[in-house]
């Protein structure tokens, strides 16, 4: 005689699926995602730095305001996108880089256009979205733009 045991399911919004199926998923799901309260807590604690930065720094391109702030933090941790484009001549290069930095702005709010020869290379930050950056990113790319910030205002640990 066969024993047969129930299976305990769960609506997952469209079907039906097994219980340990449907909270594998789910622990999966949490553990791509971080909580609004660290979210919060890294944002104010960038704020407080930024508003500590020192005179010295007031020509910076990062002196701007607590986003510019970040997002140059986030770039010198190497989460940021590099685009390099050769022109030919550094002549074509200095005049074209000024529309790139501003189209390069407009998309990501912050970026770092330089001139090298005749290539521009610009560098633009990672989102750091709920969406753009699962739990263990978002919380590595803290650490590196928090380590940069403190480096900059001369923090010692």
Not at 5 to 25: F, H, L, Q
Not at 35 to 53: C, G, P, Q, T, W
Not at 119 to 136: E, N, V
Request: proline share 3%; glycine share 6%; net charge neutral.
């Amino acid at each position: 005689m066969m024993h047969h045991r129930p299976a305990v399911m769960n609506m997952d919004g469209v079907d039906w699926v097994e219980k340990t199926a449907y909270d594998a998923a789910m622990d999966a799901l949490n553990e791509k995602q971080r909580s609004a309260k660290s979210h919060s807590r890294y944002f104010a604690h960038i704020v407080d730095m930024f508003e500590n930065l020192q005179a010295a720094h007031a020509q910076a391109p990062y002196a701007a305001n607590a986003d510019a702030f970040r997002k140059h933090g986030l770039i010198e941790g190497g989460f940021c996108d590099v685009d390099a484009m050769d022109l030919g001549t550094h002549e074509s290069a200095i005049k074209a880089a000024p529309f790139i930095a501003s189209t390069a702005r407009k998309a990501h709010g912050y970026a770092i256009t330089i001139v090298r020869g005749s290539m521009i290379i610009c560098t633009t930050p990672h989102s750091q979205s709920f969406k753009a950056m699962g739990k263990d990113k978002f919380h590595a790319s803290v650490r590196a733009c928090e380590d940069w910030a403190e480096r900059v205002l001369g923090v010692t640990q």
